[in-house]
T-cell receptor, first 114, second 113 residues
């Protein structure tokens, strides 16, 4: 079975500073990796995903994540955060084999202050 | 295009009561899911369905039941509510498997007292 570990439950950062949210996964087979974002009192929204090809994937709002197979990681980064990026971020994994549902990490709350 | 619609948004139940959380999607998605979200615990899969008439258990199915009579609807039933079922419940759907991304509803906040 696959699993996801998000090492930080909360990451406080000042506006315009860079940020990295860490995600590590465990699986005996190849995986697909995802980052979802949840704004207050809303459902989750897909931010970006890695299925195959280039290991660096980007979202439309400036976030990027890099798949690192040797380190089993899929860290999320942004070079300069905004107040509006304040949200909870979930890393998720599914198996690259047959049908597989998403397994989510426990989430990281990104708190951006002025 | 409403996406995934969940009702109600909030509900307080007494121990032992029953209720149905409704979920409807208008995107003609084949796959539907129910997750519960507890603080600091992420999302746990309760049940999922790969099409009308087909459902399967997820990680935490005890105390819940589901049915999928149509492509659009995937209700979640709580028969005998317990305090441990206090949570936020999210319904989601996807066109095929997870690689297409899930579309989530806005959630139902349930409190069992």
């Amino acid at each position: 079975a696959q699993s996801v570990t998000q090492l930080d439950s909360q990451v406080p950062v000042f506006e315009e500073a860079p940020v990295e949210l860490r995600c590590n996964y465990s699986s005996s087979v190849s995986v697909y990796l995802f980052w979802y974002v949840q704004y207050p009192n809303q459902g989750l929204q897909l931010l970006l995903k890695y299925l195959s090809g280039s290991t660096l994937v980007k979202s439309i709002n400036g976030f990027e994540a890099e798949f690192n197979k040797s380190q089993t990681s899929f860290h999320l980064r942004k070079p300069s955060v905004h107040i509006s990026d304040t949200a909870e971020y979930f890393c998720a994994v599914s198996l690259n084999s047959g049908y597989s549902t998403l397994t989510f990490g426990k989430g990281t709350m990104l708190l951006v202050s002025p | 295009n409403a996406g995934v619609t969940q009702t109600p948004k909030f509900r307080i139940l007494k121990i032992g009561q029953s209720m149905t959380l409704q979920c409807t999607q208008d995107m003609n998605h084949n796959y539907m899911y129910w997750y519960r979200q507890d603080p600091g615990m992420g999302l746990k899969l309760i049940y999922y369905s790969v099409g009308a008439g087909i459902t399967d258990k997820g990680e935490v199915p005890n105390g819940y039941n589901v049915s999928r009579s149509t492509t659009e609807d995937f209700p979640l039933r709580l028969e005998l509510a317990a305090p441990s079922q206090t949570s936020v419940y999210f319904c989601a759907s996807s066109y095929w498997d997870s690689n297409y991304g899930y579309t989530f509803g806005s959630g139902t906040r349930l409190t069992v007292v």
